[in-house]
């Protein structure tokens, strides 16, 4: 009860910070703000804090405090999620609304965001325009007449919309100080949000870089005006750098670009450093306190994810599949807990020491305690050069293969397993995307033999495959399939296989056949002291947050009063906006290297305590013979040369798994996504109460 308590005034305490920090940014371009916040930095600026610590304490404190006081609230957030009626209501607004190939799939609660922050950035730019419009005059010194000189005006409103959408730009791709986790946003579904800003704030510079351009070439003046590196102000050179740099970002993130060379994507992507510096030094230190909360925190998470990938770890054993499909089993800390559909960023130093990727975890920490397996297609480069060097290890010597050093970092997931509240789940699946269910499924079976729950929901598991072989990608599931009957585990599988023909075959004979032909590698262990601890708990992480925070401030008033005396007499025009910027730079890289020592010491205590990892080596998972699968009973279809028809299979869940209440979780390709979400937007559109409510929600196995 008093954990329920704590977790509603939190709940409001964070609501509160928001509405404050939205309605500051909503107040912003006003007059009556540049008018009070003018005379507030002329008050702050004779004291010990000056106009930067107010600055600091406006922008930077609230979205800090959101994320220590949301960091909390995840900590107290139990595991196992409460089932409560009127859940309907709420599935409404998740459910899919706009279902289309170019937009994807977006629900109602996405569009009415979108629709906010796009009247928030047409507030900002109609209040500023409208007011720079009423005190226009000619401009003597440039040349320009009326009609140039509000077309600059609106170019450089457009520069303030960037800005803005800068600020919240790096907020999706936090992972161990996700501040979208707070709302159940996962970082793999965040990425989307990412994509958008980015997009819209490229799209508003790029249109302010140009307009400018365009107005200096009209007035002749653009030889004099795009080279200038001024002492104060304005720096112009660092715009045009900052511009193009995040063009470039942006073209080889896109997907055309991404998916085919991803390596050049993930490179590129880095000149994000050089994008925020020369920002900081084109738009000044007044305008970057307003997009630095962002970038604090993207730096602090950073700093942590790179010492909780350390040291590295070995793959213990090694599963290779007909289909090119890898599964590598790593050690885990006992202790380490995840939920179903968690994520594991990998690097192989041999293959690339500077390239991470994502994985589903397949396993469930309530299974197995010392170790954890994710699944891997091969289809990339990287894919292909970690197949290459398991098949190379195995065939180089069968008794002694060396461990595969690697590093991990995660796991990432859901606080809570929202799933369990519904009375049954349709699992939707194509390819490699069974990976995220697999876990749900070994979690459900765990809870199932512990007695945990009262209530586990109905299962039924469709996967979609090119080929007979991809079966075999069901293999950590097969004591499932194999050994329970439907009515005890609560689980129908239905697979499709649209691209071979067979007949007379039966789930668990494809199933049996092809798992026989998986390849088992066990390597030497004995060189890896180290298994997965995953991530610090959210309190330290909550801990590290406040002590950045404020030695951010302390170091930012003690560089300023030493690199800038005499605050009284001295005005902005007079101190170089560099020697400025310079400060903030310096404040953070300090703070960096000051807090580093926190996590590192937790690291190390972590460390210290741990045994080193123990595991058996890998065998056959299925020990049933052939005349066995035939003999058993099969409940589970198979269907050869076919695609799932989804309007079929929505229409005669209720009856063959029952419920009212049903979750449809879906991951593969996405025209398999927008199949199910317009069945499930169709499903609860109308106005008519519908016998079962279908709840839609995508899983992304690929960033």
Request: net charge positive; aromatic share 12%; hydrophobic share 50%.
């Amino acid at each position: 009860m008093a954990r329920t308590t704590l977790l509603a005034v939190l709940k409001v305490l964070m609501a509160l910070i928001f509405a404050a920090w939205v309605s500051l940014w909503l107040i912003k371009p006003t007059q009556f703000w540049t008018r009070e916040w003018k005379a507030a930095e002329d008050l702050a600026r004779p004291t010990l804090f000056g106009y930067y610590g107010l600055n600091f304490s406006v922008y930077i404190f609230p979205l800090f405090t959101l994320a220590i006081i949301g960091s909390i609230y995840l900590n107290l957030k139990p595991r196992e999620p409460i089932r409560r009626k009127g859940r309907r209501v709420l599935a409404g607004f998740s459910n899919p609304l706009v279902v289309n190939s170019l937009l994807g799939i977006l629900s109602s609660i996405e569009i009415v965001a979108v629709f906010l922050f796009m009247l928030f950035l047409a507030w900002t730019f109609y209040v500023r325009i409208s007011s720079d419009f009423k005190k226009l005059k000619p401009d003597k010194a440039l040349k320009l007449n009326l009609w140039q000189l509000k077309y600059l005006r609106v170019a450089t409103r457009f520069g303030l919309l960037a800005e803005a959408c800068l600020a919240f730009l790096l907020l999706p791709v936090l992972r161990g100080l996700a501040v979208f986790r707070i709302l159940g946003i996962q970082f793999e579904a965040s990425i989307r949000y990412h994509i958008w800003l980015g997009t819209t704030m490229l799209f508003c510079a790029t249109f302010h870089g140009v307009s400018t351009l365009f107005i200096w070439g009209v007035s002749h003046y653009i030889q004099d005006e795009m080279w200038k590196w001024q002492n104060t102000g304005r720096i112009y050179l660092a715009g045009e750098i900052c511009l193009l740099t995040g063009l470039v970002i942006w073209i080889t993130a896109l997907p055309q670009i991404r998916r085919r060379q991803f390596e050049i994507f993930y490179y590129t992507h880095h000149l994000y450093m050089v994008f925020l510096l020369f920002f900081l030094f084109h738009a000044g230190d007044r305008h970057f306190y307003t997009v630095f909360p962002g970038i604090f925190l993207f730096g602090l998470d950073k700093l942590l994810r790179i010492i909780q990938s350390r040291p590295e770890t070995c793959i213990l054993s090694a599963r290779v599949f007909p289909s090119k499909a890898i599964e590598l089993i790593l050690p885990k800390d006992p202790g380490l807990k995840y939920t179903p559909t968690s994520v594991l960023f990998l690097k192989v130093p041999s293959i690339s020491k500077y390239q991470w990727h994502s994985f589903s975890i397949i396993s469930s920490s309530s299974v197995d305690a010392n170790s954890m397996s994710i699944l891997i297609k091969s289809e990339g480069s990287w894919t292909s050069s970690l197949l290459n060097l398991i098949q190379t290890e195995q065939k180089s010597d069968a008794d002694h293969m060396k461990c595969i050093p690697v590093a991990a970092e995660g796991p990432y997931g859901p606080a809570s397993m929202d799933f369990l509240r519904y009375d049954s789940l349709l699992l939707v699946a194509g390819g490699i995307g069974i990976t995220p269910f697999l876990s749900i499924l070994q979690e459900l079976v765990a809870a199932q033999n512990s007695g945990r729950y009262k209530f586990l929901p109905k299962i039924q598991l469709i996967f979609a495959v090119k080929k007979v072989q991809d079966i075999c990608l069901l293999n950590s599931i097969s004591p499932l399939i194999f050994n329970q009957p439907v009515e005890k585990c609560h689980l129908k599988v239905k697979v499709y296989v649209t691209q071979e023909e067979q007949s007379g075959v039966t789930v668990r004979e494809a199933l049996l056949y092809e798992s026989s032909r998986v390849q088992t590698v066990n390597f030497d262990i004995k060189s890896s002291n180290h298994a997965i601890t995953g991530l610090e708990s959210p309190l330290w992480m909550a801990a590290v947050a406040g002590i950045s925070c404020i030695l951010f401030l302390i170091f930012l008033i003690i560089f300023n009063h030493i690199f800038i005396p005499s605050q009284e007499k001295a005005t902005k025009g007079k101190t170089p906006s560099l020697v400025v910027d310079l400060l903030i730079i310096c404040s953070f890289i300090a703070v960096l290297i000051c807090i580093i020592f926190v996590p590192l010491f937790i690291r190390w205590r972590r460390l210290k305590k741990q045994n080193p990892p123990v595991f058996r080596k890998q065998g056959k998972v299925l020990e049933i013979s052939p005349a066995e699968a035939r003999d058993a009973l099969e409940e589970h279809e198979i269907h050869f040369r076919r695609r799932p028809n989804f309007e079929e299979i929505f229409a005669k869940f209720p009856n063959e798994i029952g419920g009212s209440d049903i979750g449809v979780l879906v991951c593969g390709p996405e025209a398999m996504k927008e199949s199910v979400a317009s069945i499930c937007q169709h499903k609860c559109g109308g106005l008519k109460a519908q016998k079962a409510n279908f709840s839609f929600h995508s899983l992304s196995f690929a960033l």
